[in-house]
């Protein structure tokens, strides 16, 4: 109810009381959509503060503001040396004004999404500044206009049938609820009057209490069960609410979802540690694959006059096995593949007990990281937490909203470019130093980077399928073989002026493979 006219009909006095006599000596703005103006009197200095980016719109009064030495730029250059005369509400309107001494009239509409200030000259009916100049209708809107009487009388209620959105436009959602909990909507036309009027009492008596409704905090000026808390001054309860809903709340939901993110993340390598432990066991368990090629070898004569599947018996087991061949596949050739991943399986154990060691880091440094942030008090502490973990800016951010596709291999994390100029903004404000970055040699693609942080080693299978969809976003899409350089992202660097996407790489290596693009294997997460 903070832009509601019942609101704003207590604010106004007290804002005349606190403001007249104040002469303008600066007003500026720090951010697109937050206007400041200083006043001095003769021994107080005030600000107003309208924070007008929908849809946090919220006005302060301080007597305190620092102004940054730089981003800031000067506005309504006009009002400086002019004096407050008074402040008033439009009637029945989400809009209150200052009279200036030099006739001038500065004008707060709190219309929500359309919120605005204009600034009217002397004897002027339509606006001569505007802060928002993005509204249009707001050039020729006619401050005269905003003053909305009303009749308050019990034959204009019954006229309307007691239909409160027509009898009092300004009510809002609170009051409107408080009614609707009263069974208005349903009631005899004497008891919806009865209730108006008990509602219009509640609204004339100054008594303000901040409530968390939906997830955010509001000010309700009707009786409250469980306020945050609860004032009879307009300027502190106007000053507590950008506080708590601006300041704080803006702080607690980017702290909650930075933390939502590394929980998330946390999460998902726990899975993945959990997952690949099995899968080692299983295959230290498992039997080497060379005892079904011995198998497949000695029983050659079951697959004769094209013959593509056969069951054969296990000599090593005593047991029966099923052979499928491919289709054009020799016995032999499927033997001779047993073979080679009998003989790399120490390999592949290798690689699994390094990844998931890497992972145990990562789990390390994400549960660290949780109760780094969980620590944090305030903005300050934050950003300067965002400033110097600016690697890991991409797990924050909405996948839809990054500049690359993200896809997950091997425990792995493989960023694409999804543009040139992605291609510049992931190079610029997301890798990591010593990540990998692979591009398509030669021809226009896709910078492709693998997510280093926390690995210790890069299995082949992962440099290799990084490079098939580095090869398969480029020109060699269509190729049966292509060439793929990489190097570590720190021998990466843009060079001033270059078109977008153009870099200059050192110590690239080169490799050979197919260009193949997102497949089940590889999880694709956008």
Known sequence: MHLNYHFLKYLAPALEEAYTGQKIISCFSQSKDELIIETEGKSTIRYIRAHLLPPQVYLSFPEQYHRAKRNTINLFQELIGDSILKCAV??????FYFDLESGKKLVFKLHG??????LYQKEEATPSLLFRNEIRE??????????????????????????????????????????????????????KWSLMQDLLDILDTPLFALVEKQGTVQLSLLPEAAPLKTLSDPIAASNELFYLALVKGNFDKEKNALLKSYQELLKKTVSYIQKSAAKLEELKNAA??????????????EFQNGKTEAELLDFYTGNPVKVTLKPNQKPQLLAESLYRKSKNRQIELDQIEKTIASKVNLRIELEQ????????????????????????????????????????????????????KDNDEMLRGFIHKDDLWLHARQVPGSHVVIRMK????????????????????????????????????KFVRKVKGAAPGSVMVDREKVVMVTPIGPDEETAARK
């Open 138 to 191: 707001d050039k020729e809107l006619d401050w005269k206009s905003l003053e909305k009487p009303l009749d308050l009388s019990r034959e204009r209620f019954v006229e309307l049938e007691g239909n409160a959105s027509q009898f009092l436009p300004t009510l809002g959602t609170i009051p409107r609820a408080w009614l609707k909990e009263r069974g208005y909507p349903e009631a005899e036309i004497e008891e």
């Open 454 to 489: 926390g690995m210790s080693a890069l299995p082949n299978t992962v440099l290799e399928r990084a490079a098939g969809l580095a090869a398969f976003y480029s020109k060699f899409k269509t190729e049966s073989f292509a060439p793929v350089i990489y190097t570590e992202a």
């Open 288 to 301: 080497p694959p060379s005892q079904l090629a011995d198998v497949i070898m000695a029983n050659l004569h």
């Open 369 to 420: 990281k949780i109760q780094s942030i969980e620590e944090i008090t305030g903005h300050k502490g934050l950003k300067t937490y965002q400033k110097t973990n600016k690697e890991d800016k991409a797990i924050t951010k909405e996948i839809s909203g990054l500049p690359f596709k993200v896809f997950e291999f091997e425990g792995f994390t493989i960023w694409v470019g999804k543009s040139a």
């Open 90 to 95: 439009f009637s029945f309107e989400r809009a």
């Open 113 to 118: 999404n359309r919120s605005n200030v204009l």
